[in-house]
């Protein structure tokens, strides 16, 4: 939409400048703006041409208007101008003045002018898009920035973290399996894309298979009763990324349940390099003739495979061992469809009277 601004004017209405604007934001980085401007001559007569200097963005352009005689308008030669639009909204300054150097009159000599502030809009941007595609890229799940209009943009270094997997690069596929960009890359096209990461296996956690813990004594002998715990478990390691790769140790650990900190680990015999049976017997405490495993109490008894990539993890439960009627030591507690494990008389089942509970 063209914009029409005035100078005052001079000598008592005799003439004045008359600046009309347009300004159109070309595809991409640059606004063109469009001037014209005009002697507007009220009742004068001179025979001198007026010099006209357009000023845009700090760029002149000066012409000479004449004849300028008479009333009327008379107008001057159209001028284009291209400015940067930057990477956010901003103003020029748009002006023009007028003088008349061959006038009698001091107050044609002495001129007129006009200005206005024109409103630029950023340069065209869209947004890249990197998705971690199950791993995480700068901490997050996605990471985005913005590519300006015909700019030079290269693919950015980001912290790609994925357990078990090497990062390739990127692609614009969620299923890609190699990589089209990485970073350092140049890309050039002004429009929005979303990257994907393009991972590879790197690493394959060790398996556990079937898993068995058992209340026990000393030996490993099965034990309603026992306060030891006989373990046993059938684990693996990957080979198939390493060919190298064997077992460094198996391991069990165990914390009375409703408790947040697990014990030491403890080694358990392996019973191969790549695969096997681990078995041991945990629950040893020292100078004690008996084992950790109280019997009115539940456990969890975690066991673990590691590598030289990792380890992997799982738990069981030991549960208490049941009682119709248990004595505590020392003749000062009494329990009742539990172990004894306090003072006084503990009921561990329901209580009825007459067929009510």
């Given at each position: 939409?063209?914009?029409?601004?005035?100078?005052?004017?001079?000598?008592?209405?005799?003439?004045?400048?008359?600046?009309?604007?347009?300004?159109?934001?070309?595809?991409?980085?640059?606004?063109?703006?469009?001037?014209?401007?005009?002697?507007?001559?009220?009742?004068?007569?001179?025979?001198?041409?007026?010099?006209?200097?357009?000023?845009?963005?700090?760029?002149?352009?000066?012409?000479?208007?004449?004849?300028?005689?008479?009333?009327?308008?008379?107008?001057?030669?159209?001028?284009?101008?291209?400015?940067?639009?930057?990477?956010?909204?901003?103003?020029?300054?748009?002006?023009?003045?007028?003088?008349?150097?061959?006038?009698?009159?001091?107050?044609?000599?002495?001129?007129?002018?006009?200005?206005?502030?024109?409103?630029?809009?950023?340069?065209?941007?869209?947004?890249?898009?990197?998705?971690?595609?199950?791993?995480?890229?700068?901490?997050?799940?996605?990471?985005?920035?913005?590519?300006?209009?015909?700019?030079?943009?290269?693919?950015?270094?980001?912290?790609?973290?994925?357990?078990?997997?090497?990062?390739?690069?990127?692609?614009?596929?969620?299923?890609?399996?190699?990589?089209?960009?990485?970073?350092?890359?140049?890309?050039?096209?002004?429009?929005?894309?979303?990257?994907?990461?393009?991972?590879?296996?790197?690493?394959?956690?060790?398996?556990?298979?079937?898993?068995?813990?058992?209340?026990?004594?000393?030996?490993?002998?099965?034990?309603?009763?026992?306060?030891?715990?006989?373990?046993?478990?059938?684990?693996?390691?990957?080979?198939?990324?390493?060919?190298?790769?064997v077992v460094s140790k198996v391991t069990a650990a165990w914390r009375k349940r409703g408790e947040s900190t697990w014990g030491s680990e403890v080694?358990?015999?392996?019973?191969?390099?790549?695969?096997?049976?681990?078995?041991?017997?945990?629950?040893?405490?020292?100078?004690?003739?008996?084992?950790?495993?109280?019997?009115?109490?539940?456990?969890?008894?975690?066991?673990?495979?590691?590598?030289?990539?990792?380890?992997?993890?799982?738990?069981?439960?030991?549960?208490?061992?049941?009682?119709?009627?248990?004595?505590?030591?020392?003749?000062?507690?009494?329990?009742?469809?539990?172990?004894?494990?306090?003072?006084?008389?503990?009921?561990?089942?329901?209580?009825?009277?007459?067929?009510?509970?």
């Open positions: 939409m063209m914009v029409t601004v005035y100078s005052g004017w001079v000598a008592g209405d005799d003439w004045r400048i008359k600046l009309d604007y347009i300004v159109a934001n070309l595809s991409g980085n640059v606004a063109r703006i469009t001037t014209c401007a005009s002697i507007q001559n009220q009742y004068a007569s001179v025979s001198s041409g007026a010099t006209v200097t357009t000023t845009v963005n700090g760029q002149t352009y000066t012409q000479t208007i004449s004849p300028v005689s008479g009333a009327g308008i008379k107008g001057g030669a159209t001028r284009t101008w291209d400015v940067p639009r930057g990477t956010s909204n901003h103003n020029v300054s748009v002006s023009a003045r007028a003088t008349m150097p061959g006038s009698s009159l001091g107050s044609y000599r002495s001129g007129a002018s006009v200005s206005a502030s024109v409103g630029i809009t950023a340069t065209d941007h869209h947004t890249f898009t990197y998705n971690g595609n199950g791993g995480t890229v700068n901490g997050g799940s996605t990471w985005s920035n913005t590519k300006w209009y015909g700019s030079h943009y290269y693919i950015p270094t980001l912290t790609m973290v994925r357990s078990g997997y090497e990062f390739l690069g990127w692609a614009e596929s969620a299923t890609a399996t190699s990589a089209t960009k990485h970073a350092g890359d140049e890309e050039t096209r002004d429009q929005a894309i979303t990257w994907y990461a393009v991972w590879k296996r790197s690493y394959i956690p060790p398996t556990i298979g079937t898993y068995a813990a058992t209340r026990s004594n000393a030996a490993g002998t099965a034990n309603d009763e026992g306060m030891y715990v006989s373990v046993s478990c059938q684990w693996s390691v990957d080979t198939t990324i390493n060919s190298d790769n080694a358990l015999t392996a019973g191969g390099t790549t695969s096997g049976t681990a078995t041991g017997v945990i629950g040893t405490v020292t100078d004690s003739d008996t084992g950790a495993f109280q019997t009115g109490y539940a456990y969890d008894v975690r066991v673990t495979v590691s590598d030289s990539g990792g380890s992997t993890t799982q738990t069981t439960i030991i549960t208490p061992t049941f009682y119709l009627l248990d004595f505590l030591k020392g003749g000062k507690g009494l329990a009742i469809g539990k172990a004894a494990t306090s003072e006084g008389l503990d009921v561990g089942m329901a209580m009825s009277y007459e067929g009510v509970a």
